[in-house]
C-alpha cells in the first residue's frame, strides 16, 4: 500500500515530513546560488582577461617582446659569426702545418665552439629577462636575481650546473680539443669531437651516428692525440718466396687505413726472412690490424712459409721516444 504526500500531511508524522522538505529546498538554493557565483566569478575573469589581451598596453607589450627577440636573435648572429673571424684571421698566414699548428687550430676550433654555445645560453636569459622586465614592470636587477635564484633551486638545476662546472674543468685542463678523437668512460662512446659545449660535447663517431655526451656524466676520457693508432707487424718467414705475394697484399683495403701498411724492415738470417709491416688506422679500429691485416698475410704466405704467427706491436715510435727520454739511462744510474 502506498501513501500519498497529501496522506502523510494529515497524518501525525506530517510536520517533520514538511521539515525535511523545507531543508531540501533550502539546500538546491544555497546549490544554485553557489554555483551562480561560481560562474560569475570565471566570467569575470575571462572578460577582465579578455579586455587585458585587447589593451593597448599588452598589445605593446607584445610588440616591444616581439623586437627584444629579434634584436637577440640578430646579436646572437652577429656574434657568432663576428667572433670566429676574429679567432681565425691569422690562420692563412701558416703555410707548414707542424704539431704545433695543428695544436694551435685545433685549440681556436675548441674556443669558437665554446663561445658560440655560451653566446647561445647568454642571449637567451638576457632575452627572457628583458621580456619580463616588459611585462612585470620590475627592475631588470631585481627580476635578473629572481630568476637565478629560481633556476639554481630548480629541479634541473643540479644536473645543468654539474655539467657547466665539469665543462670548465677541461676547457682549463685542456682534456680534449675540437677535433681530436677521444673515447668516453663509462658510455665507450668514440668519436671525433665536433663541438664542445659548456654542458654538453657533440661527437661524430666513425660509422656517422652524432652523440651528445653530458660533461658531467663522463668518468673518464682517453685521447688519441696523434689522431691514429700505430702498429708493427713482424712476419717470420722460412721461405723467402713468399715474400712477394705478402707484399701484394699489403695493397688490399688500403683505403680503410690513415697509413696504408708498407714494408719498414727485412732481414735476412740462417734462410729464414724477417719482414716488419707499420699499418696506422684510426682508434677504435684495431681489429683492421689485428684481425684482418694478419689473416690476409697468413693468406698469402701460405701455412708452409711461415715460421712462426706474425707479432702485432702497438707502439707509437714518438711516445717510445719520449718515454727514453725520460728513463735515466743505466750509466747515469751508476753515476748517482
Do not use: C
Not at 76 to 81: E, N, P
Not at 132 to 146: D, E, H, V
Not at 184 to 203: C, D, H, S, Y
Not at 297 to 326: F, M, T, W
Amino acid at each position: 500500500m502506498s501513501f500519498s504526500p497529501i496522506v502523510m500531511l494529515q497524518n501525525g508524522s506530517g510536520e517533520g515530513t514538511i521539515g525535511i522538505l523545507d531543508q531540501a529546498g533550502d539546500t538546491g538554493t544555497d546549490v544554485a546560488k553557489g554555483s551562480v557565483d561560481v560562474l560569475k566569478i570565471i566570467n569575470d575573469f575571462l572578460a577582465e582577461a579578455y579586455r587585458y589581451l585587447i589593451s593597448p598596453q599588452f598589445i605593446s607589450n607584445v610588440l616591444a617582446s616581439i623586437l627584444v627577440v629579434i634584436l637577440g636573435i640578430l646579436a646572437f648572429r652577429i656574434l657568432t659569426h663576428g667572433v670566429p673571424r676574429i679567432l681565425r684571421w691569422r690562420r692563412h698566414r701558416e703555410d707548414i702545418l707542424d704539431a704545433e699548428a695543428v695544436s694551435r687550430i685545433k685549440r681556436q676550433d675548441t674556443a669558437i665552439t665554446l663561445i658560440r654555445n655560451a653566446l647561445r645560453y647568454v642571449v637567451f636569459i638576457v632575452v627572457v629577462l628583458f621580456i619580463l622586465s616588459i611585462f612585470i614592470r620590475n627592475p631588470l636587477p631585481a627580476t635578473a636575481g629572481a630568476t637565478i635564484l629560481a633556476a639554481v633551486l630548480g629541479l634541473g638545476a643540479q644536473s645543468f650546473l654539474r655539467d657547466v662546472i665539469a665543462g670548465f674543468s677541461i676547457v682549463f685542463e685542456g682534456q680534449y680539443s675540437v677535433g681530436d678523437f677521444i673515447e668516453v668512460e663509462p658510455t665507450k662512446a668514440a668519436g671525433v669531437v665536433e663541438e664542445f659545449g659548456l654542458r654538453t660535447t657533440k661527437i661524430r663517431a666513425l660509422s656517422g651516428e652524432v652523440i651528445f655526451v653530458p660533461n658531467g656524466t663522463m668518468t673518464g676520457v682517453r685521447n688519441y692525440v696523434s689522431g691514429q693508432q700505430s702498429f708493427t707487424v713482424e712476419v717470420q718467414l722460412s721461405d723467402a718466396e713468399a715474400v712477394p705475394k705478402i707484399l701484394e697484399s699489403l695493397d688490399e683495403a688500403a683505403n680503410l687505413y690513415l697509413t696504408p701498411p708498407r714494408l719498414v724492415g727485412k732481414e735476412e738470417t740462417n734462410g729464414r726472412v724477417r719482414l716488419r709491416i707499420l699499418a696506422g688506422v684510426l682508434p677504435s679500429m684495431a681489429w683492421l690490424v689485428e684481425e684482418n691485416l694478419t689473416e690476409r698475410i697468413k693468406a698469402a704466405a701460405g701455412e708452409g712459409a711461415l715460421a712462426s704467427e706474425p707479432l702485432i706491436y702497438k707502439v707509437d715510435q714518438a711516445n717510445l721516444r719520449r718515454i727514453r727520454d725520460l728513463i735515466p739511462q743505466e750509466g747515469e744510474q751508476q753515476n748517482q
